[in-house]
DNA sequence: CTTGACTCTCACGTCAACGTGAATGTCTAG
DNA sequence: CTAGACATTCACGTTGACGTGAGAGTCAAG
């Protein structure tokens, strides 16, 4: 499929599509006239890195996520174990962000008068 | 006490003080070389500031916020009406951001293989 | 009086994930 | 064959919360 139809059925801009290649997160096909050639598995792909990006990872993290984690099938990861020391740091960086989120959520609160 | 001392005793920089006296966060007396004078309820506010800019509101919004609860003590809310439906805002908006990264978390969870 | 730490005000630089044209080429339906 | 939708590659603009000098004034200590 090309740009227009991902970009439909991702939600994602072509923009951003081309972005993501640029950062290494896709790696379309060319035809001959130089238009890109998406696979079926790049919309999971493209909605696996919106995700991802919405959790606060940079698209170099992601670049080195997104092919460890290609067959969706296996899903597994010991695949890529150089990576499991920066995904348990991604994670406590999420847990953290949560925390501090709810933290200031409270404030909120308490200058709404809330109680907490 | 001088923008120095602040800045130590809150971990902000020099520099963002200035910027948040910009956005109208703080508003120091200034001696007559110029210097910044800050008091001591300043801290307070640098650090309620901290939290909630990590928590995403814009600075815009904290200003509004700040001058309202401006009383440590009375800490309360209904002081400035008009500011509730905003704040409420900013609180679903935290609350949705905190279920996004917790989507996030999941996610990477799974491609680490832990189970949900 | 001078040194050094501290402060001041511009004002441009940064980073991330794109948005937004501009100029041009490609494809497909009538 | 031609119009219109869709695609391409630059390349500069955007947003927010600051970073980073530059050039100059201030202040306490020796």
Redesign the pocket.
Known sequence: ???????RRTG????????????GLLT?A????????YEERDVTTVRR??VL?SA???????AEIVPCADDPDVVLAGRCPELLDGLAQERARITAAIDDLAAARDILDSLVGRPL
């Open positions: 499929m090309r740009i227009g139809e991902l970009s994602v801009s072509p923009r951003a599509l081309r972005y993501y290649e640029e950062q379309p060319r035809r001959p006239s130089g238009y890109r050639e890195v919106q990006l606060g990872l940079g698209t170099s993290v992601i």
